[in-house]
């Protein structure tokens, strides 16, 4: 009889070691997810899209571009000042920027590159420029796709991303599918940049003729606030095309 109940009682000790062993794997598998990238928690995101003109059917009204006289859809235009960028029925890209229009032939960022799917803006108090991240709480296909933090907003303040979802009404409603809050955000520190923005390197007390930008990148100044900015040398002319900029700053020499 005694053998017999030490061996039940030995049978109910394995039995509570099983699952206690379990979650103790399954516990350092979630620290080996968590070490890969640090995660937050409360992140409000939302979406912003690039209109279409051919896709609105309202009024035109005439608007003046560097002396040029056009006329747009005029929802077309109330997006674009939204958004801050639309694309025309003649194939260009109508920018909203410091309360103007302005035409280019391709949408940009606020750091002067190629606007597209993966960009997102961020306050750059918070997530600094260059971080790569994943938001895991969004819907599919978002979850799966790793941002690149290289824009900005007046409106994006604090825990909120804003994430380009692309062209047109159909990336307008994926823009409203994805817009919530309580998400988590993962930021993977090892591909971010390691140089901080040229703006954030002026306000730590670093002089222009020292400042520096990463690989690939030039230095220019914006004309409206003398402030400056790291963009790719193909995007320098367009640039100066549309009094974004009027001079640069070779320094990756």
């Keep these: 009889m005694k053998i ?14 099983i699952p206690i062993s379990a979650q103790n794997q399954t516990s350092n598998n979630n620290m080996l997810q968590i070490q890969d990238g640090f995660c937050t928690d409360d992140w409000y995101v939302t979406g912003y899209f690039l209109p279409i003109e051919s896709e609105y059917i309202t009024k035109t009204n005439p ?26 029925n003649s194939g260009d890209y109508l920018g909203w920027d410091d309360g103007r229009f302005y035409l280019n032939d391709i949408p940009l960022d606020s750091m002067g590159n190629e606007l597209i799917v993966g960009s997102i803006a961020v ?8 971080k790569k991240i994943t938001i895991p ?22 825990k909120h991303i804003d994430v380009y979802t692309g062209k047109g009404l159909s990336a307008r409603d994926e823009a409203f599918r994805i817009t ?14 390691k140089k901080d923005s040229p703006l954030k390197q002026f306000k ?3 002089s222009l003729e020292k400042t520096l930008c990463r690989d690939g990148f030039e230095l220019i100044f914006k004309v409206s606030n003398n ?14 095309d549309r009094g974004w900029t009027q001079y640069k700053m070779i320094i990756n020499q």
């Design 123 to 130: 306050d750059p108090k918070v997530i600094e420029y260059g």
């Design 4 to 17: 017999f109940i030490i061996i039940f009682i030995t049978l109910l000790i394995s039995i509570s070691i």
């Design 227 to 240: 402030s400056p900015a790291c963009v790719k040398p193909f995007t320098i002319s367009k640039l100066i």
């Design 180 to 193: 919530g809050h309580d998400n988590s955000v993962c930021i993977n520190s090892i591909t971010s940049i």
């Design 204 to 206: 730590s007390g670093i």
């Design 137 to 158: 709480t969004l819907p599919h296909p978002w979850n799966d796709i790793i941002f690149n933090s290289n824009d900005i907003g007046p409106a994006i303040i604090g």
């Design 63 to 88: 608007i003046n571009i560097d002396g040029r006289q056009y006329a747009f859809q005029i929802d077309f235009l109330d997006e674009v000042k939204i958004q801050g960028w639309g694309k025309t």
